[in-house]
Each structure stands twice: as C-alpha cells, then as structure tokens.
T-cell receptor
C-alpha cells in the first residue's frame, strides 16, 4: 500500500524562527512529490519536485527531494504569523493522471 | 474565471439519505478529482476523471458514485449516507497533456458534510 508520512504532526514556534517539515514516502510508482499549504479551506500549491538534489525556492520557502532515501523537506525561514497553516505533502503515483497520495499534514503555528 | 466551485458549502444528512455534491470548473481542465478530508488527516482520493465520459476509482470509492458528462462538471453522489461519510469534500482540477501543461491541482472551497 502506498504511504506518505509527515513529521512532526504539529509544531509551534515563534515568529522569526526557521522550521523544517519532513515528508517520507513508500510508493510503488513514484513520479513526483508536491507540497501544499492549507489555511482555513482549500489547499494551495507550493512546489512540485521530481529530481533529487534540486532545491525549489519561493521567497522564504524552499524544498528538496531525496529519491534515494525517499524523503523531502520543506524549509521556512524567518517565519511570520501568516505562515501558520497545515502543510500537506503528496506523492504522485501514476503517470498521466496525477493521482495523489497525501500525508496527514503538519500543523504549523507561528506565535508572535 | 471563478475557478473550481462547489455546492453546497454545508449539509447535514440523516443516515440512509442521498445527495449529490456539485463541482464545476471554468478553466477547461481535462482532469478532475474528488477528495475527502477527515479531521486532522490528509486528503484521500475518492474518484477521478481524465475527461468527459471517463472516470476511475481512487483510494476510497466505496459508498460514492461519479459521472462526467461535460468537461466542466463532475458531481459526486452519495446513495445511502452513513456516519463514516462525515467529512469535508474537496473537488480539484488540473490540465495535463497537450499544449497546456500544469502540475498544480486547483481546489474548490470544499463541502462540509455531516451524517447523523
């Protein structure tokens, strides 16, 4: 059975801290790994990673994939209260249909 | 563009009742998906469609049915509601293949369903 596991499940930090969120996976046909941010309602797309060792960056957020060790990390530097959200990791398992298997999410709370 | 819209926003059903969750997208996306999200959990794929007339099961299809008669609409049907179907339901769409290519699934705002 395909599985995606995120850690920690919950994290509380102070504004300005740097955080690292983890995502490990065991799937039979890996195609890509995606990160989403979920605030009150629908998830919004952050990154898609397909190759090991290539860092994707968007402002204070960055992510990298290790296909040998089957994990990805999402880093957020200089955190702000607006970064408070659930961060979801998902793995695409079948080419051509973008079927996603999601992890359970990491709930990140940034205190001022 | 409105993007992906879902109706209703909230619904309470009694055990054994039926209902249809509506999903419409106006981005001419070929792929559409239905997910459910239980409290404190990630999303699980119920059904997906790669184009009008073509649907397939995801991880958790039992108790649900779908149809895709047009590119825009992808309704999800619950025939005999059970308490285990209490969840938030998200519809999503994306465009894969051809001249337009996107990795991003665009999500609707969700429908919160309670079955009592």
């Amino acid at each position: 059975e395909d599985k995606v596991v995120q850690s920690p499940l919950s994290l509380v930090v102070h504004e300005g801290d740097t955080v690292t969120l983890n995502c490990s996976y065991e799937v039979t046909n890996f195609r890509s790994l995606l990160w989403y941010k979920q605030e009150k309602k629908a998830p919004t797309f952050l990154f898609m990673l397909t190759s090991s060792g290539i860092e994707k960056k968007s402002g204070r957020l960055s992510s990298i994939l290790d296909k040998k060790e089957l994990f990805s990390i999402l880093n957020i530097t200089a955190t702000q209260t607006g970064d408070s959200a659930v961060y979801l990791c998902a793995v695409e398992t079948i080419q051509g249909a973008q079927k996603l298997v999601f992890g359970q999410g990491t709930r990140l709370t940034i205190n001022p | 563009n409105a993007g992906v819209t879902q109706t209703p926003k909230f619904r309470i059903l009694k055990i054994g009742q039926s209902m249809t969750l509506q999903c419409t997208q106006d981005m001419n996306h070929n792929y559409m998906y239905w997910y459910r999200q239980d409290p404190g959990m990630g999303l699980k794929l119920i059904y997906y469609s790669v184009g009008a007339g073509i649907t397939d099961k995801g991880e958790v299809p039992n108790g649900y049915n779908v149809s895709r008669s047009t590119t825009e609409d992808f309704p999800l049907r619950l025939e005999l509601a059970a308490p285990s179907q209490t969840s938030v339901y998200f519809c999503a769409s994306t465009n894969l293949g051809g001249g337009k290519f996107s990795y991003e699934q665009y999500f609707g705002p969700g429908t919160r369903l309670t079955v009592t």
